[in-house]
């Protein structure tokens, strides 16, 4: 075994690894015997194509060739297709209207031209046309009207509103009979996490609505994920008590499917998200999230409550139930996600699609620990710790490696909990990894939930430094080489804790928000309101908005920063890293700042991502003094020299 830097260890993983030949999988579904998903590709420019798998035929591409199959409402998007045998229908990205696609890949426009968007897509089948929702920007100097719309399918470009009224909607459930429907709206200031309400509708036999009565939900209770059963009830997920659990509408009132301490909805970031379905015995199979995990659960149609099923996935999404199959996004602690094809009728199961093709050796394999924490007020956080792992390299004697402390976005998601790409390549060129879970996180109960509310830069910040003491002072990891990085809401907290805190060594943003005043008045519709819940109202708490924006505190900061910005970010204004880097520059504090064209919120296109990566390798050699194995091209720390003489000048005394 070679003994060499923590660091510098040359990695069995290439740093190719994050784009070659894998993609993103998303929304997987059945349809019969075949089974649709959407793959994200950074080797195709970022584009999500929309593809088939038939027992026969294995995987193959059905969307048009070089369509972008996304949807931009709420600017995150979600569920935007509809496969049913021939009847394929997408979102194009570009121009957001929706296409039939046929089965030559050729396509046809639904929807007309104009500032329109659309998502959570559905059929009625009852009457042949297509629901969803719309979001209109037709009047550029006000915000932009949501609603819920009838499409047809004749190729006649009509659409028609039928639920309006409210500032969001979301999932348009029409019954199986087709005389009822169920969907959810929410006002401002809520995010659907915070509370909305689920209704259901008598539709006449034209397609418009009836009387409209309200079945759960409410300004402060979140409800989720209404679907019908075979036999026309309708379920969903809400928590009226402590977690998302499970329940049914029968005889006028919502009956629990078992009071259990696991979530079984995530925060509604995307349209469609699916945690549960229905097989043709009428049971229910959903996935619950606890303890940092998923767990795949059953309820059986005689049954009084769901139990858990012995499986091997801790991360799975998208789960979609029919006859005796299901199919999801899995992924393990030692498996990358993948398509996964489950046969309930024999607890089977079989592999259609792995996000990349990479093989590991379990002894490269950093595998999670599990862990949980003291922080501030007397809590516990929760995280989950990857050591160093190379089975050709160790650490000098004595030596402890560099620890890179990371967090979801959101910020109400959670830490995936299954092989990933870029913690390995981390992990097996000798750093520690920490992803915390920190309050706020969901897959831990509404109250967990609930500790961000108007502490966002906070409690988000003190979890992240209690995680990385708690390694130092474990001897896992070296206290005086701790690093912070994030994206987005992970960047705002990577920066309010450099601003904030003296813990880390260095920090690294991608996409992060440095100043929340404005960001509140930059940032998109939905989200738009979205700080008077984390930080307070707006203007009242202003001085709060101040005192915790990182770009007012840079001169606070002490130690290198790395920022990473794509320039077509509409979440994250490109003049957000734009503020921080002037204020770095301003106080004398070394960064780098890499800007990358045609990128939205999250890069998406192979050589950025392969560029990001080796730029954070890069500037952590520069900051800590150890050279990367990898042949990468160095990246421009501006001040580094004189900021590392002045510090070795202080020493000296």
């Not at 969803?132 to 028609?160: K, P, Q, Y």
């Not at 520690?432 to 108007?454: N, Q």
């Not at 924006?549 to 077509?568: E, F, K, W, Y």
């Not at 150890?626 to 720390?637: H, L, M, R, S």
Request: with cysteine; aromatic share 10%.
């Amino acid at each position: 075994m070679t003994t060499a830097p923590y660091g510098s260890w040359r990695s069995p993983f290439p740093i190719d690894w994050l784009v070659a030949g894998r993609v993103s999988l998303l929304d997987t579904r059945l349809d019969g015997e075949q089974v649709t998903w959407l793959e994200s590709r950074p080797e195709d420019g970022g584009l999500t194509t929309l593809v088939r798998w038939a027992r026969e035929d294995g995987p193959r591409d059905i969307s048009p060739p070089g369509m972008n199959v996304r949807s931009r409402v709420h600017e995150y998007g979600g569920a935007p297709y509809l496969a049913l045998g021939d009847r394929v229908i997408v979102s194009d990205f570009a121009s957001g209207r929706l296409h039939r696609v046929a089965p030559d890949r050729t396509s046809e426009a639904l929807t007309p031209e104009g500032p329109f968007r659309y998502a959570d897509l559905t059929f009625d089948a009852p009457r042949d046309r297509l629901l969803a929702v719309r979001e209109d920007h037709s009047d550029a100097a006000a915000e932009a009207r949501n609603e819920i719309v009838a499409i047809a399918l004749d190729g006649s470009l009509a659409v028609t509103v039928i639920a309006t009224g409210r500032d969001f909607f979301a999932a348009p459930r029409p019954s199986p009979d087709g005389t009822r429907l169920a969907f959810l709206a929410w006002d401002h200031p809520n995010m659907p996490w915070d509370g909305r309400e689920l209704l259901l509708a008598e539709l006449a036999d034209d397609g418009t609505l009836g009387r409209l009565e309200r079945l759960a939900g409410s300004a402060g209770e979140w409800v989720a994920q209404p679907q019908w059963s075979l036999d026309g009830v309708l379920h969903f997920v809400a928590e009226p008590a402590s977690w998302m659990n499970l329940y049914r509408f029968s005889q006028g009132a919502a009956l629990s499917l078992g009071s259990l301490a696991a979530d079984f909805a995530y925060p509604d970031w995307l349209f469609g998200f699916s945690n549960y379905g229905f097989d043709d015995e009428g049971r229910v199979l959903a996935v619950g999230r606890s303890g940092g995990r998923d767990r795949l659960y059953l309820l059986g149609p005689e049954a009084s409550e769901l139990v858990p099923l012995d499986g091997q996935w801790t991360d799975m999404h998208s789960i979609s139930v029919q006859g005796s199959l299901a199919v999801f996004v899995g992924a393990a602690p030692d498996e990358f996600p993948a398509v996964i094809l489950f046969d309930l009728s024999n607890d089977r199961h079989e592999v259609l699609r792995r996000s990349t093709p990479a093989k590991v050796d379990p002894l490269d394999v950093s595998i999670a620990e599990a862990i949980e924490f003291p922080t501030t007020r007397d809590r516990t956080a929760h995280g989950l710790f990857y050591a160093p792992r190379n089975r050709t390299f160790q650490g000098p004697p004595g030596e402890r490696p560099p620890l890179i402390v990371t967090s979801h976005g959101g910020p109400t998601a959670s830490a995936f909990n299954g092989l990933g790409v870029l913690t390995q390549l981390f992990t097996s060129r000798g750093f520690a990894v920490l992803d915390v879970d920190y309050g706020g996180s969901s897959g831990y109960g509404r109250e967990y939930r609930h500790r961000l509310e108007g502490e966002w830069g906070v409690v988000d910040v003190d979890d992240c430094v209690a995680g990385a003491q708690f390694l130092a002072a474990r001897g896992d990891v070296d206290g005086e080489r701790l690093i912070i990085r994030g994206g987005s809401a992970s960047g705002f907290t990577t920066l309010a804790a450099l601003a904030f805190r003296d813990t880390f060594g260095a920090g690294t943003s991608y996409f992060g928000i440095g100043n929340l005043e404005a960001f509140a008045g930059e940032t998109h519709k939905f989200e738009s309101r979205y700080l008077e819940r984390l930080v307070g109202p707006y203007p009242a708490s202003a001085d709060r908005y101040r005192e915790r924006s990182p770009i007012n505190a840079a001169d606070r900061i002490r130690c290198p920063v790395l920022v990473l910005q794509g320039l077509d970010d509409r979440v994250v204004p490109p003049s957000e890293a734009e503020r921080i880097v002037a204020a770095l520059r301003e106080s004398g504090i070394p960064h780098a700042y890499l800007a990358f064209e045609g990128e939205d919120h999250g890069f998406r296109k192979a050589e950025n991502i392969v560029r990001s990566f080796e730029a954070e390798l890069s500037f952590y050699g520069q900051v800590f003094g150890f050279e990367p194995a990898d042949p990468i091209e160095p990246i421009t720390v501006h001040g580094l020299d004189s900021w590392r003489a002045t510090r070795e000048a202080d020493a000296r005394g």
